[in-house]
């Protein structure tokens, strides 16, 4: 309910009491603090992939639920203080009575007034107002930032880290190549340069990869034989071709298990039907 210098919050559904609507104008803000710290992660796939272990780290996810826990204790604070706000009440109540053809008006209830009945600036509500206002802003700020810098970084990177499992070994360095004909620009052919450890087992390498009909993939690493840069062309019908680790992707590789074989998909690439798997 709005009197046009004061908007008011009343609901028929909860109880007659102010906090369930206090705290249902708390958690609203959960999905915008989750964004931010998803759009973190993917920053960190692009920028730096050893840092994503970070999210196995219990005290590090304390440490980000502290994001959203403290912009939720700043809007109960918020919605607290112009609760009880009496210049607030004696602006909007009579109206609202009016409107509603009620005697009182109840206690669940949330009232923003930031100037009276005398045309005076309601000096305490109008801070706290531009505090929540800052604190939405930099909300913004952060995801524009973040995806800004990741879009960035996809551009220009050239180097990928690729992290493997503890029964594969430490994090391989990748080199980015692009890729030939239409799919130069939104595509990038990777060749894995990691030394493998010696406790590595050798049958989790080279890999095999799924490719879809029509594409071509150029020659990587060490020189090949006509034979064998034969098998790195695509063969219709979804094939497995032996090649060395190679792997093609668009801005990121996961990993999957699909009855009982593990494979790297590229989900976001337009190369989607591609999959590495475990020779």
């Not at 196995?56 to 826990?69: E, V």
């Not at 020659?219 to 979804?238: C, E, F, K, N, Y």
């Amino acid at each position: 309910f709005s009197t046009g210098s004061a908007i008011g919050l009343f609901s028929t559904v909860f109880p007659d009491n102010k906090f369930p609507i206090y705290l249902c104008c708390s958690c609203f803000t959960i999905p915008f603090t989750l964004m931010n710290i998803n759009f973190l992660h993917r920053y960190w796939t692009v920028k730096s992939p050893v840092k994503i272990a970070r999210f196995s780290c219990w005290r590090f996810c304390a440490f980000l639920s502290l994001y959203p826990l403290s912009v939720i204790t700043a809007w109960m604070v918020f919605c607290l203080s112009v609760a009880d706000d009496p210049i607030g009440r004696a602006v909007i109540e009579p109206a609202y009575l009016q409107v509603s053809g009620q005697k009182s008006m109840g206690r669940g209830w949330l009232l923003i007034c930031i100037r009276g009945n005398d045309d005076q600036w309601n000096t305490e509500t109008l801070v706290l107002t531009l505090i929540e206002s800052t604190i939405h802003i930099t909300n913004v700020l952060i995801a524009s930032t973040l995806c800004s810098l990741t879009i960035y970084e996809l551009r220009r990177v050239k180097t990928f880290s690729l992290p493997l499992d503890a029964d594969q070994g430490p994090a391989s360095t990748i080199r980015a190549e692009p890729c030939p004909g239409s799919i130069r620009s939104r595509a990038l052919l990777l060749s894995h340069r990691a030394s493998l450890p010696t406790q590595q087992p050798i049958s989790r390498w080279p890999v095999r990869l799924l490719v879809p009909a029509g594409l071509v993939l150029p020659r990587v690493g060490r020189p090949r034989s006509p034979a064998a840069d034969a098998r790195l062309q695509t063969r219709a019908g979804g094939h497995f071709q032996e090649l060395d680790p190679v792997f093609l992707c668009h801005c990121g590789i996961l990993k999957k298990r699909e009855n009982g074989e593990e494979y790297f998909c590229f989900p976001r690439s337009p190369l989607s039907a591609m999959r590495c798997a475990y020779v």
